[in-house]
């Protein structure tokens, strides 16, 4: 079954836009959201580096 991450609408529309208010929110809410943790921390060590790298993220 996929994590609701991977459908997020919020998260496919920072595919599309990051610079827009709504990408912007979204890459601000995965810094404290506890439904990414949950999934990040369920990711393989490549796919983990491979969303670090996408997302510019450093936490967990």
């Given at each position: 079954m996929a994590h609701v991450c991977?459908?997020?609408?919020?998260?496919?529309?920072?595919?599309?836009k990051p610079d827009s208010l709504l990408g912007r929110f979204w890459r601000?809410?995965?810094?404290?959201?506890?439904?990414w943790k949950s999934y990040f921390s369920r990711?393989?060590?490549e796919k983990k580096a491979e969303l670090r790298?996408?997302?510019?993220?450093?936490?967990?």
């Open positions: 991977e459908n997020c609408k919020f998260r496919a529309h920072y595919h599309k601000w809410h995965i810094n404290f959201c506890p439904g990711q393989t060590d790298r996408m997302y510019n993220f450093d936490k967990y």
